[in-house]
T-cell receptor, first 113, second 117 residues
Framework: GQSLEQPSEVTAVEGAIVQINCTYQTSGFYGLSWYQQHDGGAPTFLSYNALDGLEETGRFSSFLSRSDSYGYLLLQELQMKDSASYFCAVRSILTGGGNKLTFGTGTQLKVEL | EPEVTQTPSHQVTQMGQEVILRCVPISNHLYFYWYRQILGQKVEFLVSFYNNEISEKSEIFDDQFSVERPDGSNFTLKIRSTKLEDSAMYFC???????????????FGEGSRLTVL
């Protein structure tokens, strides 16, 4: 089976930096994705790591260590609109192509003034 | 920007009734998925669909569930006899068109909230 663990809640102030961790146990690992979800709306893609190291996309960065089965999402210069749930998701390849995502438990980020 | 669209946005039904949730994936995508999210919980994989057949399904996707691509644009999820525990948000997603994409990005619709009474 597959399992991904994240902190349930993180609180930070506007302008700060916050790190959301994700540890996983899985088979058939091809990469780790991060998704943002506002109030039960559509999950939206933020970042993806297939290899070890840091990927930077604007204010968001994501890190992966395959040997440690660990990754994190780093959000810089926090804004109120960043208040949302953040999910890590393990990517596996389906027979015949396409991607299956197995989502983590989600982290509720609250940004305060 | 192309997007995945879902209808209805919210459906209320009585236990035991059949429900069909509809999705229009992004037009040049080849892989289609249904996920569900029970309120306050994580997003769970239900089924993936490619080349007019199911490529993988989860334990949740039992005989009460079925998927269909009745024409070139729609992708439907049918729940034959709904149960209380089927109450959730159901998300359709699509990916492609490359057979093996490099980003792991799925494009999700806004979801259909199903309430079973």
């Amino acid at each position: 089976g597959q399992s991904l663990e994240q902190p349930s809640e993180v609180t930070a102030v506007e302008g700060a930096i916050v790190q959301i961790n994700c540890t996983y146990q899985t088979s058939g690992f091809y990469g780790l994705s991060w998704y943002q979800q506002h109030d039960g709306g559509a999950p939206t893609f933020l970042s993806y790591n297939a290899l070890d190291g840091l990927e930077e996309t604007g204010r968001f960065s994501s890190f992966l260590s395959r040997s440690d089965s660990y990754g994190y999402l780093l959000l810089q210069e926090l804004q109120m609109k960043d208040s949302a749930s953040y999910f890590c998701a393990v990517r596996s390849i389906l027979t015949g192509g396409g991607n299956k995502l197995t989502f983590g438990t989600g982290t509720q980020l609250k940004v305060e003034l | 920007e192309p997007e995945v669209t879902q209808t209805p946005s919210h459906q209320v039904t009585q236990m035991g009734q059949e429900v069909i949730l509809r999705c229009v994936p992004i037009s040049n995508h080849l892989y289609f998925y249904w996920y569900r999210q029970i309120l306050g919980q994580k997003v769970e994989f239900l089924v993936s669909f490619y080349n007019n057949e199911i490529s993988e399904k989860s334990e949740i996707f039992d005989d009460q569930f079925s998927v269909e691509r009745p024409d070139g644009s729609n992708f439907t999820l049918k729940i034959r006899s709904t149960k209380l525990e089927d109450s959730a948000m159901y998300f359709c997603a699509s990916s492609g068109p490359e057979k093996f994409t490099n980003t792991g990005e799925l494009f999700f619709g806004e979801g259909s909230r199903l309430t079973v009474l």
